[in-house]
């Protein structure tokens, strides 16, 4: 079974729409992290954020904000007023245990900003 | 720091050839790990480390060898490549002393095509 989900496999909005990034994730473990990344097209991943299973705070920074909610499962992105330099594919990923060692993505969303 | 480098960038092998991509990282980092990326597969755990001479599998290591006999380098060895394995390869490291909770710090990848 899929630890990490990622329902969305491609998403398209206009330059300065809002959108969300869904991500539900499996686990058995009481200590976790999820984490975001995103590729643009030259293929480098980057780092966006990470949250660990006993802060269920909502994180805001510049556009980007994440909603974490442990009784769904669920740590969802949104951008806010996006831009065409977020065109890309965003990856959700889950880290088990206090030692993490096994870290598992999702399948990605691909997102295009229309300008 | 150059941070997480691997060579080659693009690889083509035949089938049955063998071949080591190189992954080194300058941070002094304990955790390093390999993962393949497929279209529609995200990416996908192959191998990792949690420092010198100690390595363990991920969740698609048949095929891969790996060995850490540093801490800066963990090379990745196909020894007889297969169409199957026609991938990008990524790889990342960590470190901290709460290392589940940083970071993955990914390299650029190494295109990788099997005939």
């Not at chain 1, 999820?34 to 991943?45: A, D």
């Not at chain 1, 669920?74 to 245990?97: K, W």
């Given at each position: 079974a899929q630890k990490v989900t990622q329902a969305q496999t491609e998403i398209s909005v206009v330059e300065k729409e809002d959108v969300t990034l869904d991500c539900v994730y499996e686990t058995r473990d009481t200590t976790y992290y999820l984490f975001w990344y995103k590729q643009p097209p030259s293929g480098e991943l980057v780092f966006l954020i990470r949250r660990n299973s006993f802060d269920e705070q909502n994180e805001i920074s510049g556009r980007y904000s994440w909603n974490f909610q442990k009784s769904t499962s669920s740590f969802n992105f949104t951008i806010t007023?996006?831009?065409?330099?977020?065109s890309a594919v965003y990856f959700c990923a889950l880290s088990e245990g206090r030692t993490g060692n096994q870290f598992y993505f999702g399948t990605g969303t691909s997102l295009t900003v229309i300008p | 720091n150059a941070g997480v480098t691997q060579t080659p960038k693009f690889q083509v092998l035949k089938t049955g050839q063998s071949m080591t991509l190189q992954c080194a990282q300058?941070?002094?980092?304990e955790y390093m790990s390999w993962y393949r990326q497929d279209p529609g597969m995200g990416l996908r755990l192959i191998h990792y480390s949690v420092g010198a001479g100690i390595t363990d599998q991920g969740e698609v290591p048949n095929g891969y060898n790996v060995s850490r006999s540093t801490t800066e380098d963990f090379p990745l060895r196909l020894l007889s490549a297969a169409p199957s394995q026609t991938s990008v390869y990524f790889c990342a490291s960590r470190g901290g002393r709460r290392s589940s909770y940083n970071e993955q710090f990914f390299g650029p990848g190494t295109r990788l095509t099997v005939l």
């Amino acid at each position: 079974a899929q630890k990490v989900t990622q329902a969305q496999t491609e998403i398209s909005v206009v330059e300065k729409e809002d959108v969300t990034l869904d991500c539900v994730y499996e686990t058995r473990d009481t200590t976790y992290y999820l984490f975001w990344y995103k590729q643009p097209p030259s293929g480098e991943l980057v780092f966006l954020i990470r949250r660990n299973s006993f802060d269920e705070q909502n994180e805001i920074s510049g556009r980007y904000s994440w909603n974490f909610q442990k009784s769904t499962s669920s740590f969802n992105f949104t951008i806010t007023a996006s831009q065409v330099v977020d065109s890309a594919v965003y990856f959700c990923a889950l880290s088990e245990g206090r030692t993490g060692n096994q870290f598992y993505f999702g399948t990605g969303t691909s997102l295009t900003v229309i300008p | 720091n150059a941070g997480v480098t691997q060579t080659p960038k693009f690889q083509v092998l035949k089938t049955g050839q063998s071949m080591t991509l190189q992954c080194a990282q300058d941070m002094n980092h304990e955790y390093m790990s390999w993962y393949r990326q497929d279209p529609g597969m995200g990416l996908r755990l192959i191998h990792y480390s949690v420092g010198a001479g100690i390595t363990d599998q991920g969740e698609v290591p048949n095929g891969y060898n790996v060995s850490r006999s540093t801490t800066e380098d963990f090379p990745l060895r196909l020894l007889s490549a297969a169409p199957s394995q026609t991938s990008v390869y990524f790889c990342a490291s960590r470190g901290g002393r709460r290392s589940s909770y940083n970071e993955q710090f990914f390299g650029p990848g190494t295109r990788l095509t099997v005939l």
